[in-house]
């Protein structure tokens, strides 16, 4: 049985191609729509709800990492950085791989025991997805678990260069090798708020269990976990399996 929640930490990371050359107005704010007002209402909606008083920052990319705002627990000042997130007046192709590098080296230098990435593209770029095994080595060793929302259509635009259907089975690829998962926002239609419930219920679903250990370097032991309730399915983090 879970006793506490540990302490997290959320980077919440945005491609640029999806902002406008304007921040909008949050006072105007549409309660739905695709691209960057169901992005940033996503994000909204679990600072509200549910990450409550953990550690949030935020974060923009197109060739260049950009941090938005420093690891905070003020809630309302993550919404405020969110909302003030813009575009470029000439677009730059996204290079994902760099931003998934610094994202990685930000959440390193954090004490939280959890890590959670959220990430908001459009699609993913041709560049990074000929990086696929690097990039994944780089995941698959941090301890960060990656949570990804695309909201490319499945039928491609004028700017992408790589599929959709290829950019979904490599995103889908990259957040497992964390634990974690992505979520493609045309399967969901008009309905955000069940997107946005199937990810934190994701999200709450992963425990990090502690425990004192009897054996030593010299004669190292093993700890064997099981699921007992019928019918779940149980992964883990690549980094942190075989650790005694």
């Known amino acids: 049985m879970a006793k506490d929640e540990i302490p997290a930490v959320y980077g919440i990371v945005f491609d ?28 909204y909606e679990l600072i509200d709800k549910y990450l409550g008083r953990q550690s949030i920052w935020v974060a923009v990319y197109d060739r260049e990492f950009e941090t938005a705002l420093e690891p905070s627990t003020d809630g309302f000042a993550a919404k405020e950085a969110i909302q003030l997130l813009r575009g470029a007046r000439r677009p730059k192709e996204s290079f994902l791989y760099g931003a998934i590098l610094s994202a990685v080296t930000k959440m390193n230098r954090r004490s ?16 990074t997805a000929g990086k696929m095994k690097p990039l994944k080595n780089v995941l698959s060793s941090s301890n960060v678990e990656l949570f990804v929302v695309s909201f490319a259509s ?17 995103l889908q690829e990259l957040a497992l090798v964390t634990a974690g998962n992505a979520f493609f926002s045309a399967d969901y ?30 004669k190292p032991g093993r700890l064997l976990i099981k699921c007992a309730r019928p019918g779940s399915k149980v992964k883990h983090h690549p980094a942190l399996a075989g650790q005694r």
């Open 16 to 43: 640029r191609a999806l902002l406008p050359e304007v921040p909008e107005d949050s006072r105007s704010r549409p309660a739905g729509g695709r691209g960057t007002t169901s992005a940033k209402e996503i994000a």
């Open 189 to 218: 239609r008009d309905h955000r708020e069940d997107l946005t419930r199937r990810i934190y219920n994701q999200i709450r679903t992963l425990f990090t269990f502690g425990f004192q250990a009897d054996s030593t370097l010299e």
């Open 154 to 170: 499945k039928l491609g635009g004028s700017r992408s260069a790589l599929h959709p259907q290829m950019s979904q089975a490599a």
């Open 112 to 127: 939280e025991n959890r890590r959670i990435l959220l990430l908001f593209l459009d699609i993913l770029d041709s560049e």
